[in-house]
């Protein structure tokens, strides 16, 4: 498997020649996971940008979601990573509403050019999916790229 540094330097040759999907689509190639998304903070609502279903390759988007019915919550509260592998055994989503629709996630923040997370890159499935710690430190690796240039900003959030 290539270096992580490799890894990055075909992802910014993968964004420069095909769009940011095309990232999310080789992205996803790394992993078991179903769905690979690209996610904007909008104040409650979690707003689709960029999205890849593996077995549906030609759905380019899903619905935006309220950010609290998602794990992408876990990310804008924390300004981190939020990874669960597989949520019904995952105590932290004992309560959480997609904890039986959504068992493995792995997303990290977009950070804008303001210094606080606008939004997520996340990997998702509905079965629980098993993910390397380095394809997490590879999706922590790609978000600058993804949030360089896109000009967002966090909105204003509850803290």
Known sequence: MNSETEQLAQLKAIRE??????MLIYLNGLTEHRYTALYRFDCEQLTNIYFYDRESPATESCADIPIMASYCMFVRATDNKFVTMDSTGDER??????????QSYCGVPLIG??????????????????????NVELMEAVAPL????????????PR
């Open 93 to 102: 989503l004992f309560d959480h509403p997609k904890r039986l629709e959504v």
């Open 146 to 157: 993804l949030s360089a240039g896109m000009g967002l900003r966090a909105p204003n959030k």
């Open 17 to 22: 020649r095909d769009g940011v999907r095309a």
């Open 113 to 134: 050019e303001d210094g606080r997370a606008f939004g997520t890159i996340c990997h998702f499935d509905p079965q629980a999916v098993t993910m390397s710690d380095r």
